[in-house]
């Protein structure tokens, strides 16, 4: 491992340390290499992990987490979403939010879920990779602002940060109905400082880079998570538990 990933490493796990007190968590897990790079840090620094899937039936994230887990073999928990009820979730969850912002419905949707099989597994914590996309460029909007010069991605960055920020206070609005707290280290103050720091060419190469995060999917490899994972190309989260479509339908 370089010096940089090195030090990557110790700042995430310095994070963590700040921000979960909590030795027994659940793990918000879809196997991307975001939430499986947290999942091990974690493992490692023997906080008692359990990750949490949720989707309908037959979802991207559900199958791809257990295919990941198979080479984790860390405990997994997964909570098909009831098509039933789906429709009086969602629309409670607007009313709650009071916005008509569809990420955020979205987003908050998926951890009410999340926070529900948290909470049958008497787990009042949950922690997330939330902020590797906004600092590490994972997003596809980054490829856009690539033509804009360094100064077009430090602003684009510095919008997705607070909106991650705002989003994940109605998310814990959300949860606080399962007495669950959703914690995101990578969006603490000091790690988000730490990160912006780290070179622009160690996140993004060029227009057409269909990965980035590479300092990310480079670190994951050194620690031992597996391969399908480190290049696994992002996949949001309502999507992959296919919330966006159902929600769609609803509208």
Known sequence: ???????????????????????????????????????????????????LTIGFTESHDILFAKEVNTHLKYPHHVLEIDPETFTKVSSN????????????????IAFYYVSKLARGLNLDTVITANGIDELFCGYNAYRDAFFGGESQIIELMNTKLENELKMMKAVNLISSEFDVKILQPLLS???????????????????????????????ARDIGVPEISCTKRKKALQYGSKIHKALLKTR
């Open 1 to 51: 491992m370089d010096e940089m990933n090195k030090k990557l490493l110790e700042h995430i796990k310095n994070s963590v340390s700040d921000v979960v007190q909590e030795k027994k968590i659940g793990i918000a897990f879809s196997g991307g290499v975001d939430s499986t790079l947290i999942s091990k840090i974690c493992s490692d620094m023997n906080y008692d992990i359990i990750l």
């Open 189 to 219: 103050f000091k790690f988000i400082e730490y990160a912006k720091s780290i070179p622009l060419y160690q996140k993004i190469h060029d227009s057409e880079d269909l990965y980035r995060k590479h300092i990310i999917r480079k670190l």
């Open 93 to 108: 969850i607007h009313q709650t939010i009071n916005t008509d912002n569809l990420s955020w419905n979205e987003n908050c």
